[in-house]
C-alpha cells in the first residue's frame, strides 16, 4: 500500500508559479517511479510529468514542457512539480500517482498507475 497526499495548490495569476508537493507513505518510495496528472471540469484525466525512481529521468507532457519540472527527494519521501509561467488553461485538479511496477519505464497512461492522492486545486486567473 502505497499514501499519497499532495499540497501546494492553489489561486495565481496567469504567468505566476507553484510549486505542488507530494508526500508518500507506505512502500520503499525510493523503488518506484512517481507522476502528475491534472483533470479539468469537464475533461478527461491527462498526464503532466513522471520521474524515475532515482531522479535521473524525466518524462512530460508538450503542454508543460520547458515550463514544468518534476523532481523527488527520496530522502524525504516527496516528489514536487514547480510550475512556472502559468496559463490559464493550466487550471485543474492536480493528481500525484505512484507506479509501482513499470521499472525503468516513465509511462503516462493513467491505467499504469497504482495508487493516487486525494488532488489539489490549481487556479490560474487571466
Known amino acids: 500500500q502505497v499514501q499519497l497526499v499532495e499540497s501546494g495548490g492553489g489561486l495565481v495569476q496567469a504567468g505566476g508559479s507553484l510549486r505542488l508537493s507530494c508526500a508518500a507513505s507506505?512502500?520503499?518510495?525510493?523503488?518506484?517511479?512517481m507522476g502528475w496528472f491534472r483533470q479539468a471540469p469537464g475533461k478527461e484525466r491527462e498526464f503532466v510529468a513522471a520521474?524515475?525512481?532515482?531522479?535521473?529521468?524525466?518524462y512530460y507532457a508538450d503542454s508543460v514542457k520547458g515550463r514544468f519540472t518534476i523532481s523527488r527527494d527520496n530522502a524525504k519521501n516527496t516528489v514536487y512539480l514547480q510550475m512556472n509561467s502559468l496559463k490559464p488553461e493550466d487550471t485543474a485538479v492536480y493528481y500525484c500517482?505512484?507506479?509501482?511496477?513499470?521499472?525503468?519505464?516513465?509511462?503516462?497512461?493513467?491505467?499504469?498507475?497504482?495508487?493516487w492522492g486525494q488532488g489539489t486545486q490549481v487556479t490560474v486567473s487571466s
Open positions: 500517482a505512484a507506479d509501482l511496477w513499470g521499472g525503468t519505464l516513465l509511462r503516462r497512461g493513467a491505467l499504469e498507475y497504482d495508487y
Open positions: 507506505g512502500r520503499t518510495f525510493s523503488r518506484y517511479a
Open positions: 520521474i524515475s525512481w532515482s531522479g535521473g529521468s524525466t
